[in-house]
């Protein structure tokens, strides 16, 4: 059974129990027509409910109602009803989902920023390469005022770039984001 199953018959736990107090797990698994395969698996579910959850939902072990009639007990609380109408697990489960999709997407859009910080570097250094190359490859009077001057207009190219970048960073990732934020409203 997967989560939302699991969240489902969570739900159907608690309704039962809620319009039949002091209900045995045996009875329960009975009425909601044996749910799961094995009745252990069934308590496990119920027991995770009390562990988790047991300002909505308690279990007891113990005499019901005489001596012959024992095994665990399941109860509700003043809380049960109130759970129920905001949704239950199945609500909590789907609100998960909900976060965990929205975490995945400002990861995958974090990782995106990320991807393009190589850009400026590499078109600096071929920028800083080809200049090299042409001053040295051509035999002319150079001062070294101008190779300064050179050198200065690269290091004002790589600035140029890199703030470029960074605004072009900013802004794919808020695109990134608003993008999430509107396929999340639609859906």
Sequence with gaps: MDELGIAQLKDRILTY?????NSKAENVYKALGNPMN??????????????????YF????????????????????????SFLKIGGFTSLYEQNEKDLHMER????????????????????????????????????????EEINSINNKIDSLKSDFKKEN????????KSDLLIAVYEDSIF
Excluded: C
Aim: net charge positive; proline share 1%.
């Design 17 to 21: 129990v809620m319009n039949h107090n």
């Design 38 to 55: 094995d009745i252990d698996k069934f308590r496990d579910v119920a027991q995770n409910i009390f562990t988790h959850h047991h300002k």
């Design 58 to 81: 308690k279990i007891r072990q113990g005499i019901q109602y005489d001596q012959n009639d024992s095994g665990i007990i399941y109860y509700k609380t003043d809380l049960t009803k």
């Design 105 to 144: 997407k400002v990861k995958k859009a974090s990782n995106k920023k990320t991807l393009y910080w190589w850009v400026p570097i590499v078109i600096s250094s071929m920028s800083l390469l080809f200049s090299s190359y042409s001053i040295l490859t051509k035999k002319s009077d150079i001062t070294q």
């Design 166 to 173: 960074n605004k072009l960073k900013e802004q794919l990732l």
